[in-house]
């Protein structure tokens, strides 16, 4: 059973940070490419950031480029997001997603459907 919790959402202030955590089960963590996604009332699941397995090739999406960090620790099976400068319009729903890396230590999934598992998700609100 692959399993992924997400956890670190919360109500933050415009301009303030938050750290999300996707902490992983059942999994060889270190095989899987990570990505993190949002999902805000109304509007599409989009992708927020990605990383490779090996951790060395990361992928932003331009609305968030500069405000957000990806990371993660292969040795405790989690994935980050750091978030800086938060906007209101980063309110939604954080998901986190494992995708099988079968080939190359570099590959960077940027699609949802590139993934095969995913988190319940953890809220994130952010005042004006």
């Known amino acids: 059973q692959v399993q992924l919790v997400e956890s670190g959402g919360g109500l933050v202030q415009a301009g303030g940070s938050l750290r999300l955590t996707c902490a992983a089960s059942g999994v060889t963590f270190s095989i899987y490419a990570m990505g993190w996604f949002r999902q805000a009332p109304g509007k599409e699941r989009e992708t927020v950031a990605a990383i490779s397995r090996s951790g060395d090739i990361k992928y932003y999406a331009d609305s968030v480029r500069d405000r957000v960090t990806i990371s993660r620790d292969n040795v405790k099976n989690t994935v980050y997001l750091q978030m800086y400068s938060l906007k209101p319009e980063d309110t939604a729903v954080y998901y986190c997603?494992?995708?099988?890396?079968?080939?190359?230590?570099?590959?960077?999934?940027?699609?949802?459907?590139?993934?095969?598992?995913w988190g319940q998700g953890t809220q994130v609100t952010v005042s004006s």
């Open positions: 997603a494992a995708g099988r890396s079968m080939y190359r230590s570099s590959d960077v999934y940027t699609r949802g459907q590139e993934y095969n598992y």
